[in-house]
């Protein structure tokens, strides 16, 4: 039969239009790989086995295959080498924690601004809440102080925390009692795994009622530190700690500067204080009236303690300091008191009474203030004021320079005190942070 040539036409048409497509599917669409190869026969063995005809193997082969292979093998050596390089930058890399700090007690002031140099804000010291962070080792410590930081209102974040307590008196110790029965709670609950307590301890060392949280006796505080000669002192969990300047009245951080340093100064020293009846400060004044020298230092005698300190009574106790080679430092209720920090810091040379005074503090040959005599301390220890005259006289027969050299070994050793207090500190804290993990 005779195909018309139209329809033959068409017909051809739809024959390469189809095998077009057919093409491109498997150009474009189909899962094979392609690659350079030719196929060839391969005999296996060259004879018959087993009666029977020698299957022959088709294979693939590839002229490039060796190349590949060596290819391959060296790119994931390397990409190995490279995962095993950041590895090590990641094993290398310091781990560091997160450290938080309640300061409940105005010697937290201390810690944070005067010890660890942490910044603060706002900058108002009577601000209802205030906060700073900084990293200092392996921690990175935020602080939080202030009325406001009340319990259960604290960020969290971490899984340390530092709790600065004031344990001086009663009505301290029950307040403090109540913020160590939430960090209880929040230890039970596993919100916090390690926890250390700095507090300013009982003027006496009376501090039984702490005993019974730390860890060694069944509690969960594992780091004291401790103000005052404490017995309990063993530099493995409890650690003696500097009680510093008066923070609660404000006293501020004072950088050294050239004037400090250098400056003239019209007194040979100053006692601005309470004198109380039958102490070693009424004394010290009696001694200064007999000796004639009262008029070559700077005294304000008080007969009743004030604990609020004025803009105006600060700056006159700053610039007494300023202008004073010495210090004198009468004991209180006990030997150290925030009067040799804040001598320290003016470059006033502390003269200080070097006695015992009565309670459960440690004794021995380097108590009282062996934490400072330890640290070198360039101060001059008195246990007797009837002695106040020679100390003078011989203060007199200094020339301004050597004034000017002891003042600037006392500036630099208090700054090298603070730094090695906050070494100390950071190196407990992360020792005890990081055994667990």
Partial sequence: MKIPKRKLFLLIIFAYVAFSLYAAYNVFFSTKVLSRVHRVVKKENSGVRDGGVAPFLTEEWNPWEDEQVEYNSALNKRREAFKQHLGRIDKNKPKRHKVQIWGKAAIGLYLWEHILEGPLSPTDKVAQWREGELQSGRIDFSFYTGPAVVQGHVPLGMNSLV????????????????????????????????????????????????????????GFVELLFLVYDSPWVNDKDVFQWPLGVATYRQFP???????????????????????????????????????????????????????????????????????????????GVNTECYRIYEACAYGSVPVVEDVLTPGTCAAGPTSPLRLLKAAGAPFIFISDWKDLPVILERERGLNQEQRVDRRRRLLEWYAGFRQQMKEKFTEVIEDTVFKSG
């Fill in 163 to 218: 709790l600065i307590l004031n344990g001086r008196e009663q009505q301290k110790v029950s307040y403090s009692t109540r913020w160590l029965e939430h960090v209880k709670t929040m230890v039970q609950s596993h919100t916090v795994s390690h926890v250390a307590v700095v507090l300013l301890g009982n003027e006496h060392c009376n501090n039984d009622w702490i005993g019974p949280y730390l860890k060694r006796n069944g």
């Fill in 253 to 331: 951080m004072i950088r050294p500067n050239p004037q400090l340093i250098t400056s003239n100064r019209p007194y040979l020293c100053n006692f601005l204080g309470t004198v109380y009846k039958n102490s070693s400060r009424e004394t010290l004044m009696r001694v200064l009236r007999q000796s004639g020298l009262e008029k070559e230092c700077i005294t304000a005698a008080r007969e009743k303690w004030l604990p609020q300190e004025t803009e105006d009574t600060l700056k006159r106790y700053q610039t007494a300091l300023a202008q004073s080679e010495l210090t004198l430092c009468p004991v």
